[in-house]
């Protein structure tokens, strides 16, 4: 397996839209459609980040920068591609873009019966701050984590 990260394309937008459906928003209405998520391929605010295996799509995250903040969208890597270390590449490599581009935190909203993804964050130093009473829908309560980043500091070099 060689995983290789890059910017989401968009003619990866109806698999993304896929797994989103199939691996996050199961049971409860989809937020997350091609339309929405093609948008964010052309926003210069968002980051779709796709982890390729070839040409197929093993994993991919959708963040947001805010001034301050980062806030994690959307995040999944296929079945087949799970406990081989993919999600920690993508989460990696929003971290260092983060901390580059000055922000001072990283947060998401996770499923509260998500625990396979909660252990994965909680793992990489996210905390519980908050639970969001019927944030999916009404139908399902969402735990907001956070996780504070370390500031990268660019030396100004003369001209
Ligand atoms: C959560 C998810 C993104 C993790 O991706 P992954 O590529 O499997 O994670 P990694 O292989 O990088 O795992 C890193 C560590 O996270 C933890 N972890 C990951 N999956 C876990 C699981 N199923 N159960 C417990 N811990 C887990 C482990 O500590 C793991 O290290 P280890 O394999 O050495 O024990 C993946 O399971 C997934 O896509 N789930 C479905 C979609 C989803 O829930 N997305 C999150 C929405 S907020």
Not at 14 to 23: G, P
Not at 58 to 81: S, T, W
Not at 117 to 124: G, L, M, P, Q, S
Request: glycine share 6%.
């Amino acid at each position: 397996m060689r995983i290789r990260l890059g910017l989401g394309r968009r003619h990866e937008v109806s698999v993304i839209a896929s797994m989103s459906r199939n691996l996050i928003e199961h049971g409860i209405p989809c937020l997350w459609d091609e339309d929405r998520i093609s948008r964010c391929i052309f926003d210069s605010d968002c980051v779709v980040l796709v982890a390729r295996d070839v040409r197929r799509i093993a994993g991919f995250a959708i963040a947001e920068f805010c001034d301050e903040k980062v806030h994690l969208n959307l995040f999944a890597v296929h079945p087949g591609y799970q406990r081989q270390g993919v999600g920690r590449k993508l989460l990696k490599w929003l971290e260092s873009s983060a901390q580059t581009a000055g922000c001072y935190f990283m947060c998401l909203e996770v499923r509260a019966s998500n625990n396979k993804a909660i252990n994965f964050y909680k793992k990489y130093g996210f905390s519980e701050l908050d639970l969001k009473h019927g944030y999916y829908a009404g139908q399902e309560d969402a735990i907001l984590l956070t996780r504070e980043l370390k500031t990268v500091f660019m030396p100004v070099v003369p001209c």
